[in-house]
């Protein structure tokens, strides 16, 4: 018997309710800030992650979803928003329109990973970006943003956590200090890490391996090695924080895992048994457009795991809005009646109702089908009724039940 492939899952009728609360609760905050919907194609070009993502990241070396076309063009399944949006945003002329632009999203995402609990080979995510705009208060409202939509969605209690990893003029000043401090324990280091050590040794403050983690705490913090920039720009972002009362925490050793992220990043955690996974990340690439081919462009955005998401919210029992009902159930009895059954299914649909005809059964099991469903109400047509040009009309709640004419739900009747 097939199965789902590894790392992907159904999301069944009972489960849709989750995913309508989640996704309607991020588009109606995304708009009250003035964010418009972009939706971009599951795949891209390959060139285009390997050139923004990073050729030295985990996603790049050992995640990405690529495959050859017929016209030997290498395509990728998109494994993350932003770069599919910075593309859009250039190739369609955004740049050209008032700045910054505000988009938003939600769309599945691939990458090989190993599956875990709310980690899926094909996943979902909502996420924005404001691309254009180097102020501030520009991270400042991303970050109200994402934080009012987990507020919006009802879950408990979570912690802001933000960094500041500096502009990429900053970076080499920083990331030689860094290799400075962790030659001293390479031979310590897991095996990712070392090799991290010369390709990326940024990500070596993102290592989750316990071996790593004791040389974390004393590492070298990127907000001691900003440029003048950079430490104006953070300076005005915790100034903003601190005046509305937003609480967070800083973490130096938060850096996120893609190359383009520049000044701000940021998670939100919940704070539920200890955990470390993070709902919703984000961050500033103010060099992605320019590596793109556009000229230098600010941009800053966030996405969080729908997946991860609905988790905590059933961890939670976050109750979330549910369907009011079933739809309307026809029953019948006979050929005839079966026959006008039909047409009225067609009348109600034509006046606006969610309506299914009943399988052709005995009147009791049609009946119950009708109870499986939580229908509101059943229309019953046999003898007595088409002799009558009549339809015997049951409220499933109370038992009750009245004779109406057929001709009340006949277009124009």
Partial sequence: MYQAPRGTTDILPEDQPYWRYVESTFQQTARSFGYRRIDTPIFE???????????????????????????????????????????????????????????????????????????????????????????????????????????????????????????????????????????????????????????????????????????????????????????????????????????????????????????????????????????????????????LGGKSTAGIGFAAGIERIILNLQAQRVEVPMEESGPLVVAFRGAQAKMEAVRLVRNLRTQGNAVVLAPERSLKAQMRYASSLDAPRVFILGDAEMAQGAVTVREMASGTQQQLPLADFTPGG
């Fill in 45 to 291: 070009d390959t060139g285009l992650f390997q050139r923004t993502v990073g050729e030295e990241t985990d996603i790049v070396q050992k995640e990405m979803y690529s495959f050859v076309d017929r016209g030997e063009q290498s395509l990728t399944l998109r494994p993350e928003g932003t770069a599919a949006v910075c593309r859009a945003y250039l190739e369609k002329g955004m740049q050209n329109l008032p700045q910054p632009v505000r988009l938003s999203y939600v769309a599945s995402m691939f990458r090989y990973d190993r599956p875990q609990a709310g980690r899926y080979r094909q996943f979902n995510q909502y996420g924005i970006e404001a691309i254009g705009d180097a102020d501030a208060a520009v991270d400042l409202e991303v970050i109200q943003l994402a934080l009012g939509v987990v507020e919006a969605l009802g879950l408990g209690k979570t912690t802001m956590v933000l960094n500041n990893i500096g502009d990429v003029e900053d970076r080499p000043r920083y990331l030689a200090a860094l290799q400075a401090y962790y030659e001293l324990h390479t031979d310590k280091l897991c095996t990712a890490c070392r090799h991290r050590y010369h390709a990326n040794p940024l990500r070596l403050l993102d290592c989750k391996q316990q071996s790593c983690q004791p040389f974390l705490a004393d590492a070298p913090r990127s907000t001691d090695y900003l440029g003048g920039g950079a430490k104006t720009h953070w300076e005005e972002l915790l100034g903003y924080l601190n005046d509305l009362g937003i609480p967070h925490r800083l973490d130096h050793r938060l850096v996120r895992g893609l190359d383009y992220y520049t000044r701000t990043v940021f998670e939100i955690i919940p704070e539920k048994d200890g955990s470390q996974s993070a709902i919703c990340a984000g961050g500033r690439y103010d060099g992605l457009i320019k590596q």
